[in-house]
């Protein structure tokens, strides 16, 4: 069954409890774990908003599931505020036992409403899993969510990577899920009313081949990594 609430999908209740079991499983053909991947976005991230300016104070982790990207988010971008928002009630419990704290915070999409005070919005694999019709409601909802000159980190699977897909077809909440190719990523943000400033893909090589990662920066720009981020900026008033 998919959403009515565009940011994901009502029956990852079920997997609040067993998400990083089921995702350990699927990644375990990279010979990586979660951490690697969380690890490795954020810093990513952190490079790309070197020039940002005033610093992030306030960042959005949409469809922030149980709260595994905070610690990451909070340790390369360190902003003041971190809020997590997600459909699943149960996933947002599961982030505030895991990881509230005095900079941290979740709520469910519903309770939190946009106030165009968010300084940087932050996805990880959400919007494979909404539905093609309800996709610019929820870009919409991180716009709102953004102050003028605000940026937005569109991280999703790259569907031209054969692993990519071989990793989700095992992991259950994804082998139904509608990926969307970099382009398309693209012309929905650019509806939403973003400009786009640039588009990266990682996580080239798996473990058994990480002498080579050093090279993957220079690569970045060309579409074999098995994830891809779109950075966005909502325009200045």
Request: with cysteine.
């Amino acid at each position: 069954m998919k959403p009515d609430s565009p940011t994901g999908l009502p029956e990852f209740d079920q997997y609040a409890k067993s998400y990083d079991a089921a995702l350990a499983e699927g990644l375990s053909v990279s010979g990586e774990e979660k951490t690697y991947f969380a690890h490795g976005r954020a810093a990513w991230l952190a490079k790309c908003l070197h020039d940002f300016s005033p610093p992030i104070r306030a960042v959005l982790d949409f469809g922030c599931g149980t709260g595994s990207s905070t610690p990451f988010l909070l340790d390369h971008l360190q902003p003041s505020l971190l809020v997590g928002v997600d459909v699943s009630a149960q996933s947002i419990l599961e982030a505030r036992r895991s990881h509230s704290s005095a900079r941290a915070s979740f709520h469910s999409v519903q309770d939190y409403q946009p106030g165009g005070a968010i300084d940087l919005a932050f996805c990880n694999g959400v919007f494979h899993h909404i539905r093609s019709a309800e996709r610019v409601a929820a870009v919409s909802y991180v716009f709102r969510s953004l102050r003028c000159g605000g940026r937005f980190a569109f991280w999703e699977n790259n569907p031209w990577n054969p692993g990519t897909r071989w990793v989700m077809s095992r992991i259950p909440f994804d082998r139904d899920a509608v990926t969307l190719g970099p382009s398309e990523s693209r012309r929905l943000l650019r509806r939403g009313g973003f400009e786009i400033l640039r588009t990266d893909f990682l996580f080239i090589f798996p473990r058994a081949l990480r002498w080579f990662r050093r090279w993957e920066p220079a690569l970045s720009r060309w579409p074999f990594g098995a994830q891809y981020q779109v950075l966005c900026r909502k325009p200045q008033a």
